[in-house]
Each structure stands twice: as C-alpha cells, then as structure tokens.
C-alpha cells in the first residue's frame, strides 16, 4: 500500500483506535483495586518509559528542534512540568492522586512491576533502542493520542480519555478539582506530546520510506500497551479480591 503523509495520519489514527477496542480499561468499570494497581504501575512505567527509553530514542534523532521536543516532553514526566503540571514531574503528581484514593507513601515508593508491567517494559526497549528513530518516536509518543479527543468511540472521542476518566475517579471517590488535577493537565500537555510524533511521521516517514515501519512501530507499541494495561486491570482484581477478604 502506498501512502501520502494524510493517509499514513489517518491509518496511524486507527491503530489507536484498534488500541481503544482492545483494551479492558476502556470498556470496564473502575474500581478500587483498579484505580490503585494504576497509580502503582503507572508511576513506574512513566518513570522507566521517560528517564530510560525515551531518552535513548531522543539521544538517536538527528534533527536538533525534533530531539529537544522529545526531551522537554521527557523533562515534564519525570523533572518538573513548568507548563502543566506546576513546576511538579508527572509521577510527582501521579503520587498525589494515589494518597488521594487511600493508598500510603510506603505502597506507593515500594511498589514493584507486575510481570505483565516488565514484559511491557521488555516489548518497548525492543523498539526504543533497536530501532530507527523515527519508529521510537511513534513508540515514544502515538499512545498519548487516546487523551486528546478524535480516538475511540462515544465521549472518549469526543473529550479525549483523561477528560472522560477524570469522572470516573471523582464518582468512585469524590475526589475534589485539585486531587483530579493528574487527568485535567494532561489534556493540553498530551495534545503536545502526542502531536510531536504524528508531525515528526508526517514530515519523514514518507522522504525516508518508512510508512509500513512507521505504521507497524505504531501497532506493536499500541499492542504492548493493551498488554500493559490490561495488566494493570487484571492486578486491580486481584487486588479487588483481597480488600474484599478472599484469597486471590
Ligand atoms: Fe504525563
Ligand atoms: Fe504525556
């Protein structure tokens, strides 16, 4: 198949909504063991993906404007975030919002990687350290398209999944404006983020003739992240099992 720089766009588009169909945590209710087991994980994946994978990606791109884009994205996860997120890291403020749903400090600084968190990890270095740049800035940035609206379907579409879950959190447990600050950023932040690497695809990926790597990096990292996900669901059952008093 031949693409133009739209249509190779548009087909990036639907690999994240393949992402969106295959996913449990788009189409589950959250819970409690969920919202926890996603604090505990995530704030380590966002720490491995930006202070170790990422970083090796932007240390590979050798167009100047397009590595310090990744870099300050990589700076806002895990140094501090000036521009949305107060001066505070990402993970900083992933932090806050698990105190916020009752988990302790002690949990939140010990937590370990599910085996499904670290195959993930294993998946992405894959593609974030042996391969061309240009497919580890798809690897590095096409899931943070799922927050900006136009992916999925219904009001994840429309809003974008942070604004949608943001929702999902206060109901479950009444959090305030502040303790949901985590998604309410992330609209504007991801829209950044996840633009670098559709615009990066659009300007290289036909002049370097690398449409069906572009678009395959996008599916397996996509893929990958399905499995971490669902990983993360699957641990917040259990987890769920055990509030509950049951043997997991
Ligand atoms: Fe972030
Ligand atoms: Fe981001």
Not at 107 to 131: C, K, Q, Y
Not at 157 to 184: I, N, P, T, Y
Not at 187 to 195: I, L, Q, Y
């Amino acid at each position: 198949m031949t693409y133009t720089s739209t249509t190779l766009v548009t087909a990036l588009e639907e690999a994240v909504n393949a992402f969106w169909r295959q996913t449990r945590w788009f189409h589950e209710p959250l819970t409690v063991g969920r919202a926890r087991m996603f604090v505990l994980q995530h704030r380590l994946n966002t720490r491995y993906r930006n202070s170790v994978l990422k970083l090796r990606v932007a240390s590979q791109i050798p167009h100047w404007d397009l590595r310090m884009g990744l870099l300050r994205a990589v700076s806002q996860e895990v140094v501090a975030d000036q521009e949305y997120g107060r001066g505070k890291p990402h993970w900083q403020i992933l932090k806050e919002l698990g105190l916020a749903i009752g988990l302790t400090e002690a949990e939140i600084e010990n937590a370990r990687p599910l085996p499904s968190t670290r195959l993930a990890w294993l998946a992405w270095e894959g593609l974030m350290s042996n391969h061309h740049w240009l497919e580890g800035i798809v690897a590095s940035t096409v899931a943070e398209r799922i927050n900006v609206p136009g992916c999925g379907e219904g009001e994840i579409r429309e809003r974008g999944w942070f604004a949608v879950e943001r929702w999902h959190w206060k109901d479950l447990f009444g959090l305030s404006d502040e303790q949901l600050w985590f998604f309410d950023m992330h609209g504007d932040a991801d829209k950044e983020h996840s633009a670098l690497g559709f615009e990066a695809v659009a300007r290289y990926a036909t002049e370097l003739g690398m449409e069906e790597a572009v678009l395959a990096a996008a599916q397996d990292t996509l893929g990958i992240w399905t499995l971490y996900l669902n990983g993360i669901s699957a641990g917040g059952d259990a987890l769920d099992r055990e509030l509950a008093g049951y043997a997991s």
